[in-house]
């Protein structure tokens, strides 16, 4: 094509595009486009169920659309006088349903379709409802980033009541809403100016669980709706949505409202967007139409949500708190669970929770520790039943298996059956969390939470937690079995230590008597050379009995002081020839060890004093001579 012939077809194309009967928009969907891309790199699945959750990112993704340009039918049709103001003013053209309504648009640009139409609420540039069929298409060559969309509008309203469109026809578009209208999946009530209901579709009688018969002629004052904010409060006739959309002129919603089902005895959760209908140049509406979806489930699931947010902080906490708690740490074994029980009764909700013991090898689980919430109660195995294992063997066989049992049907529940008619039905127990307290191996008991009233459906970060809270018990456990460990040994240690002071005290007294008996002997001997002998004897039997007593109070195993050993020992014998001996004896000498003692060569030296040589003894040098005092002759001797 050449340059002349792309400008007459450009021109073409701008004069066909400004003087269509028919609403054109020209709209640039490439940041919305470019958004969900984002949203499904960032492992979104379903687009539905994000934008349930997040309102505020669906209102993000229309504002990202662009309009680029508009033909004057759409100025005619919006009371705009101008292109500028048109463009400047097009977000005040969308109502809250009209922003509702761009849901299928998204969900559409998210599957990869290039075609959709559609019916909206539009509002004039004074505010005017206008009920239009859109219909938009990606421009070829732009499918892959919808940068060029093509959209038409048409007043639905307008179009039919001017007689543009055939009788046939008619009854043609008429059957298609008529099945549209029975087979949506959203409930739809009409109702008249006056609030009679004049319609509604099957959806919502399934929804509200009603029949056409009960409602119609009625209206929102019907006190059978029983329709409540979220906050619980009750919703009175003139302020339902569809009522005070027929009021103001103005639609309503989304908002979200429960009605109370009598066939569920329970309330249902609505999110309903009312819309009032106007003729041709009328201000006061002649009929509203609610439309509303059935939210339970996902309002559940967002309540069930922020709960498990809630319950794992508090089980952060107490956790936290548990484990750092010095008392915890630090305190005796029954305080330790009662501060545990209670922080776990408290923090799950329970009405019981207690720390059981494996006793009699196995054969019986005791109760250490039961808090009773509403009594803020502990009880002790004192007050409590024991279980014996062997009538339980299914119960035990579970904990032994996987070291847990989390049981929402307490009574019936195969692993807790056994429990029911002994344990569970006289405490009105019907849900059970239990977790094996496990040390090296071996299971030493059980952490329990019992539920009273109806049954409870355990979540998986309760049972985590509780599965946390035995690690933490066993701990106790292990510690309290450490110490018990460490206190026999001390007994043992102090019992052989008695024992062997006993046995140094036994043999330092016979040593003694031993010693004072060959003393006795050597007095009344006649002959010189026994009474020398029974002497030595003495003596050696006398530097025996020291060394032992220095071996008992040395504080060092293997070792003695010798300086303290042998200044006893020279001071003994020297005194046992020399009662008043006039010079000091200086005996300073390292430690050795009691075993390189010999006592019989220590004594040998002394053995000159019996020829009554006194001597001085200055062992602090080594080779320092054995310097004696004269004896009674005058003569002076040294020996070394």
Request: aromatic content about 8%; proline content about 5%; hydrophobic content about 35%.
């Given at each position: 094509m ?11 194309y ?13 709209e640039?969907f490439s ?10 790199a ?8 994000y ?21 004057e ?9 101008s ?16 922003y ?6 998204l ?30 298409s990606?421009?070829?060559?732009y ?10 509008v048409?007043?639905?309203?307008c179009?039919?009541?001017?007689g543009f ?10 059957a ?32 509200l669980?009603i ?8 209206s ?9 904010r ?19 002129g103005?639609?309503?919603g ?8 009598p ?19 009328a ?11 059935d ?7 967002g ?11 508090a089980q952060?906490?107490?956790l ?18 009662q ?5 776990v ?46 009538e ?28 029911a ?30 539920h ?14 509780v599965s946390?809270?035995?690690?933490l ?18 007994r ?11 046995t ?15 003393s006795l ?7 010189p ?6 002497e ?68 040998s ?23 004696s005092?004269?004896?009674a002759?005058?003569?002076?001797r040294?020996?070394?």
């Amino acid at each position: 094509m050449t340059e002349n012939e792309e400008r007459n077809s450009e021109s073409r194309y701008r004069q066909l595009f400004e003087s269509a009967p028919v609403s054109l928009w020209e709209e640039d969907f490439s940041a919305v486009k470019k958004q969900l891309d984002g949203l499904r790199a960032s492992n979104v699945e379903d687009l539905a169920y994000y934008l349930n959750e997040r309102p505020a990112a669906e209102r993000d993704l229309v504002s990202r659309i662009r309009v680029v340009d508009v033909n004057e039918t759409t100025l005619r049709l919006y009371g705009a006088d101008s292109k500028e103001r048109f463009l400047s003013q097009v977000p005040t053209l969308f109502s809250e349903a009209s922003y509702t309504n761009f849901r299928d648009d998204l969900l559409t640009i998210w599957e990869g379709g290039t075609h959709f139409s559609k019916e909206a609420t539009h509002l004039t540039l004074n505010g005017t409802p206008l009920q239009v069929q859109v219909a938009w298409s990606v421009v070829a060559g732009y499918e892959r980033g919808y940068e060029q969309v093509l959209v038409s509008v048409v007043d639905v309203g307008c179009f039919l009541s001017a007689g543009f469109v055939p009788a046939g026809r008619l009854r043609e578009r008429e059957a298609q809403y008529r099945q549209l209208y029975e087979t949506m999946s959203q409930g739809v009530i009409y109702q008249e100016a006056d609030g009679r209901i004049s319609s509604l579709n099957p959806a919502a009688e399934r929804i509200l669980g009603i029949s056409t018969d009960h409602v119609l002629g009625g209206s929102s004052h019907d006190p059978r709706w029983r329709m409540i904010r979220e906050d619980g409060s009750e919703v009175p006739g003139p302020d339902h949505p569809a009522m005070v959309a027929l009021e103001s002129g103005e639609p309503v919603g989304p908002v979200v409202r429960g009605v109370f089902r009598p066939d569920l005895e329970r309330y249902v959760w609505l999110k309903i967007t009312a819309i009032p209908l106007f003729h041709p140049g009328a201000n006061q509406a002649y009929q509203v139409y609610a439309t509303f979806e059935d939210i339970t489930a996902a309002r559940a699931a967002g309540q069930e949500r922020e709960t498990a947010a809630k319950r794992a902080v508090a089980q952060r906490q107490a956790l936290s708190e548990l484990a750092l708690n010095a008392t915890v740490i630090d305190g005796s074994l029954l305080h330790n669970l009662q501060h545990i029980t209670e922080s776990v009764s408290m923090t799950l909700g329970v009405a019981r929770a207690s720390i059981w013991e494996l006793t009699s090898n196995g054969e019986i689980l005791e109760c250490l520790d039961l808090y009773t919430a509403a009594e803020a109660r502990h009880t002790q195995r004192e007050d409590s039943d024991p279980i014996f294992v062997a009538e339980h063997p299914h119960y035990f066989e579970a904990m032994r298996e996987r070291s847990q049992v989390f049981a929402h049907d307490g009574l019936n529940d195969p692993r807790t059956a056994e429990l029911a008619e002994s344990y569970l039905k006289p405490r009105n127990i019907s849900s059970l969390l239990d977790s094996a307290i496990v040390v090296d191996g071996r299971i030493v008991g059980v952490m329990s939470c019992e539920h009273i009233g109806p049954q409870r459906s355990w979540a998986p970060d309760e049972e985590a937690f509780v599965s946390t809270v035995a690690s933490l018990v066993a701990q106790l456990f292990e510690n309290m079995e450490k110490q018990e460990a460490e206190e026999a040994l001390r007994r043992q240690l102090e019992d052989k230590e008695l024992l062997l002071r006993e046995t140094h005290h036994r043999i330092k007294n016979n040593l003694s008597s031993i010693c004072s008996l060959l003393s006795l002997q050597a007095q009344d001997s006649k002959h010189p050379q026994t009474v020398t002998a029974l002497e030595d004897a003495a003596g050696r039997v006398g530097s025996m009995s020291r060394l032992y007593e220095r071996m008992l109070l040395s504080d060092v195993a293997g070792e003695i002081p010798v300086h303290d050993y042998l200044h006893d020992l020279v001071t003994s014998v020297v005194e046992w020839y020399d009662p008043k001996p006039t010079e000091a004896l200086d005996c300073r000498w390292c430690r050795c060890s009691p075993l390189s003692c010999k006592p019989s060569s220590i004594y040998s030296p002394f053995t000159a004093l019996k020829l009554h040589f006194p001597f001085r003894c200055d062992w602090g040098q080594p080779g320092a001579p054995l310097a004696s005092r004269e004896p009674a002759g005058g003569s002076r001797r040294e020996s070394r």
